[in-house]
Structures are given as structure tokens and as C-alpha cells.
């Protein structure tokens, strides 16, 4: 008997549903006490999800009893109805972001406006995340959206000062000009409050961490995504690379910096930087500089 024949038997495909249905139903239960579920979540956990992406007839179900990372805890997971229990006012949107491991995701630049108004974000590490949320894009009448695509305000009042947008526009044309074979664009954003700069990728494209992925298992496609970096008009940073465009004998302490920020932004999405040397030399030598002040 072949396998094929098996897995387009009436008879067979009954007997799975009914055993996955009877499965869920023991799981439902289970996940009442959460310190009895985390017991299953932490061995079969990972490829529980697959079952999201992979049966669409149960997609929802299994949604329902995974469990995910989040801003809301340092420790404890939530499920997706918990998430939108604890919407903000005017929230439509499950947001989330995807990386290698948590604690480098809590600490992600994309993610300080969203912190500052107090949005919950998903934290997804496992490589079947990336595939889920592509076939998962709504969940009981809630977008789940990446949060570079987030279409909600996250502008919130500002009292700090703020660079001079005619020096800012140079600044980000000079930079545009700096890393044309490393980024697409580079523009403002109201999105960062601590972090000088950001990376992130066009709304719609495959994000970094997913074409990290593919390139470490060869699967890399002509679709690379193309990446903007974003600056953070309030930093003091960018504030004074900015006053010092008019300076032409600060520009190759400028150029410097920016390329320094790029690498910066690059690191903080786990990216490798282009010359690890000069990434070295330069930030020991800015280190020794303002020590010795």
C-alpha cells in the first residue's frame, strides 16, 4: 500500500480530523492552568505553530492555544485572546516582530514608540513565525501586522529639542549618498525615542529577519527587501551631525559617525556590518575621546 494511497483515503482522513479534533479539545482544557500547559508549550511549542500555517481547517483552533512571548511580561506568554483583551483604546491591529531571541527583540529600536504608547507587540523567535503570520493575517477581526507596517499614530509629544529641518534634510541626503549599496533611503521617523537611528524594510517586503533566514539556508531570492534607515530628528546625535553639515572641515568627522550608526542600526537587528575593523577601531577611539574630556 502506498502512502499515497493512504493519505487520500476517506476512511483515513476521517479517522486524522477526528483525532486532531479530540487533541484540541484535551489541549483547550489543559490550557486552563497555565503551569501545566507551559509543560507541553515548552517541548512541542514550536511545532505546535506549524499547525497555523500548515491546516488551514484548524487554523484558528490552533491560534487559539498557542502561546507567545510579548511586551506586556518579562516571563509569563499570552495567547492571542489575551492580547486583545488588553487592546488600547482605538487598537485594531495584533502587532508583532520577529528575531533571533527575545532579549534582543525587547531591546529593538523599532519598538520604543510603541512602548511609549503603551502597545502590546509580540515577540516571535521561532523560524515557523515568519511563516504563520503570512497565512494567519486576521484573528477574530484583528489585522496581525508586522510592526514596521503598524498603521496606527505613534506620534506622541515631543519637549525636546528637535534638528533643524533644512540641516536634517542634508544630513539625510548625505547619508542616502554615503550607503547607497547599503540602504534604499534614509528618512526621519517620530518612531525612535532612545536609539539614534533604526533599519527596517519597505511596508510590504520580506523582513530582515525572515531573508536572514533564507540566506542561511541558501534560499536566498532575487526579492531581497530593500532597507531604509531612519533617524531620530531628536537625538542629540543627529542634532549635531546635522549642525555640522554647513562645516566641510567636520565632514569626515560626519562621515564617520554616520557610517558608525549604520553599523549600529544593523547590529541591533542582528545583521552582520561591513567592516567589523573599522566598526572597532573608530568606536574605541570615540570611547577614549570622550573619556579623556
Request: aromatic content about 10%; glycine content about 4%.
Amino acid at each position: 500500500i502506498s502512502r499515497e494511497m493512504l493519505q487520500q483515503n476517506a476512511l483515513i482522513a476521517k479517522i486524522r480530523s477526528g483525532t486532531v479534533s479530540r487533541i484540541l479539545k484535551e489541549l483547550k482544557k489543559r490550557a486552563e492552568d497555565y503551569d501545566d500547559y507551559m509543560k507541553f508549550w515548552k517541548n512541542f511549542g514550536m511545532a505546535f505553530k506549524e499547525g497555523i500555517y500548515e491546516d488551514p481547517a484548524n487554523r484558528v483552533e490552533i491560534a487559539e492555544l498557542s502561546r507567545f512571548y510579548s511586551t506586556y511580561s518579562e516571563d509569563k506568554l499570552t495567547s492571542l485572546d489575551e492580547y486583545i483583551s488588553r487592546v488600547k483604546e482605538g487598537q485594531t491591529t495584533i502587532y508583532y516582530i520577529t528575531g533571533d531571541d527575545i532579549p534582543t527583540l525587547r531591546n529593538n529600536p523599532q519598538l520604543e514608540a510603541f512602548k511609549e504608547k503603551g502597545l502590546e507587540v509580540l515577540l516571535l523567535t521561532d523560524p515557523i513565525d515568519e511563516f504563520w503570520v503570512q497565512t494567519l493575517t486576521n484573528f477574530k477581526g484583528y489585522p496581525i501586522k508586522h510592526v514596521s507596517q503598524a498603521d496606527v499614530d505613534l506620534k506622541f509629544e515631543r519637549k525636546e529639542p528637535k534638528a533643524d529641518e533644512g540641516s536634517l534634510k542634508k544630513l539625510t541626503d548625505f547619508m542616502a549618498e554615503l550607503f547607497k549599496n547599503e540602504v534604499g533611503k534614509v528618512v526621519p521617523t517620530e518612531k525612535l525615542t532612545k536609539s539614534p537611528v533604526s533599519l527596517t524594510v519597505e511596508n510590504g517586503q520580506m523582513s530582515i529577519h525572515l531573508e536572514r533566514l533564507m540566506r542561511n539556508h541558501q534560499q536566498q531570492t532575487a526579492f531581497a527587501s530593500s532597507r531604509i534607515l531612519e533617524v531620530n530628528p531628536y537625538h542629540p546625535l543627529i542634532i549635531k551631525l546635522a549642525d555640522s553639515m554647513f562645516d566641510d572641515k567636520e565632514r569626515p568627522t560626519v562621515e564617520e559617525v554616520c557610517r558608525l550608526l549604520l553599523d549600529q542600526a544593523k547590529i541591533a537587528e542582528g545583521e552582520a556590518i561591513s567592516d567589523s575593523s573599522f566598526f572597532s577601531e573608530k568606536l574605541s577611539d570615540y570611547i577614549l575621546r570622550g573619556w579623556n574630556k
